[in-house]
Every structure is written in structure tokens, then in C-alpha cells.
């Protein structure tokens, strides 16, 4: 879509794009297809699309799939969609915040749906939270997000974050293409990333071992430049001398620091505290 059909729209449905929502149009239809490509779509499947916006994404979705149910905050586009209805019956819109929406009918969802959105940057993690947080969670997860964030997301040992175990806690990341800021209007200050997570999930492994997991995970980047034993101990009122014996096994490395743990090397050092009762 070229800027000035989008400007055409903008103008005809009276919308200016929103520095508030992070509405920032993808001009690009290769980056459409690294999206598309990055799902690994079959025909039977339901994708779920958070801010279609003007449909750049939305309508290829359609052609591919069974049917897009998408969440969209900017009822002014409201029309849009009501033309796009009669030749479009495979895309349902709900109007409103996916934060609050999606987890109220994510139960009704087919086993196996994907979720594809070009995220406001400041709403990326919130967004990830709430669907990696999901009682039905999707098989796979394709979003653009500012590169910084997939980078973050995508860390390996010795760079990892909070974000970043909490990601690969449930799933496996990658990164599927760079994309230049140039490639959206209006153009925005940073460039952008499409992150696929796949090998989702499907269950959560029970609601008392993810709370006690990132509980401890909290703690753990409570002051990430600080050794990780001192703020755990700290966190669940043990000496420090009843967990360095986990982390001997866990690590080898008494004094390492939270962003040198894999995600794996969380849930052993979480299995092992609740072995040992620790912080029960």
C-alpha cells in the first residue's frame, strides 16, 4: 500500500495516525510475505491480528486462511471495515483493547491458532504477557516489534532479561527479518523486527509453578547487575548458604549474575527450590 492511498484513507475516514496508539502504517509487501512466511499457515488455520489497521496485513491473511478474527482500539476506521464486510467474510473485527478482550474469548478459539499483529511499541510487552499468559495458548506467535525489543526477546545466556525468559519460558524465539524504519509511514524514530515464536506451549505447566517461577525470575533481575543468590535469598527469607548449593548444580557459578541463565536453567533452579521447599 503506497503512502498516498494511505493518506486517501486517512482523509476519507478523517483519521490522523495516533502517536498514542503507535499507529504506524507498513508500506511493504515483502515484509508482508517474511510475516506470512514466518507463520507457517495452512489453510484450516484461524489467525488472531491485533490492530489491522487499514488491512495491509489483514486481507493477505484472509486469502490464505480459514478466517482472521482481528482487535482494533480506532473505531474511526469503523466504515472501512464495514465495506471490507461484503467481500471479506472470512475476517471478523472486534472493537476494542486486545488486552482486556482477547483473554475474555481465548477459550473459544480452535486448538492450534496463530496470532499475527505489527505491535505499538509501547504496548509489545503487555500484548506478550497477556497471550503468552493465555489458558489456550497459540501455536505460533509472528509480530513486528522495534528491533530493540526483538533483540531483547531473542538473547541469548549472558544477555538475557526479564522479557527474554519470559518469552522462551513458554516458547521458542527467532527473529525472521530486520525492517527499516523507511518501510512504514509515517516513518517512526527506530527501526523494526519480526519476531516468530514457535514450539508454543499449549498448557501452562501448572498456575502455582509459573507463579513461584517468575517470582523467583523477579527477583533474580530485581538489580541485574547484582549477583543472583544475595536477592533470591533476600526474596524468600533463606540464608544465602541454603542456595548455593542449587546454583552449584544449576550454573557451576556461585556468583552469577541473572542475565547469564538460559530460561531452562530458571525452571531447574525453580524445581529445585521447590524440592527443597525453599519459598513455600
Given at each position: ?116 499483529a505489527n505491535l505499538p511499541y509501547h504496548i509489545t ?14 501455536r505460533t506467535i509472528v509480530v513486528m516489534v522495534q ?85 533470591i535469598a533476600k526474596e524468600f527469607n533463606v540464608p ?41
Open positions: 500500500m503506497s503512502v498516498s492511498h494511505l493518506k486517501e484513507l486517512c482523509e476519507k475516514y478523517h483519521l490522523a495516525p495516533s502517536k498514542h496508539y503507535g499507529q504506524h502504517y507498513l508500506l511493504s509487501h515483502h515484509v508482508i510475505q517474511t510475516m506470512i512466511d514466518a507463520a507457517n499457515l495452512q489453510p484450516s488455520d484461524t489467525v488472531v491480528e491485533i490492530g489491522p489497521g487499514f488491512g495491509v496485513l489483514t486481507l493477505p491473511l484472509a486469502a490464505r486462511v480459514k478466517c482472521v478474527i482481528a482487535f482494533e482500539i480506532e473505531k474511526k476506521i469503523r466504515p472501512f471495515w464495514d465495506e471490507q464486510a461484503a467481500q471479506q467474510k472470512n475476517i471478523t473485527i472486534h472493537w476494542g483493547n486486545a488486552l482486556y478482550q482477547l483473554p475474555k474469548m481465548a477459550d473459544t478459539l480452535p486448538a492450534g491458532y496463530v496470532v499475527a510487552s503487555n500484548i506478550l504477557r497477556m497471550i503468552l499468559t493465555l489458558e489456550k495458548r497459540p528491533k530493540e525489543v526483538a533483540d531483547r526477546i531473542c538473547a541469548k545466556p549472558g544477555d538475557m532479561s526479564l522479557l527474554a525468559v519470559s518469552v522462551q519460558y513458554v516458547g521458542r524465539p527467532r527473529i525472521a527479518g530486520y525492517v527499516p524504519k523507511e518501510l512504514f509511514w509515517p516513518v517512526p524514530k527506530v527501526d523494526s523486527a519480526v519476531v516468530a515464536i514457535g514450539d508454543i506451549q499449549e498448557k501452562s505447566r501448572s498456575h502455582a509453578f509459573d507463579d513461584f517461577f517468575f517470582r523467583l525470575v523477579r527477583a533474580g533481575f530485581a538489580h541485574k547487575r547484582k549477583q543472583a543468590i544475595p536477592q544465602p548458604s541454603r542456595i548455593q548449593e542449587i546454583f552449584r548444580q544449576v550454573s557451576r557459578d556461585e556468583k552469577i549474575r541473572a542475565e547469564a541463565l538460559s530460561a531452562e536453567q530458571w525452571v531447574q533452579l525453580a524445581n529445585a527450590l521447590i524440592d527443597r521447599k525453599i519459598g513455600l
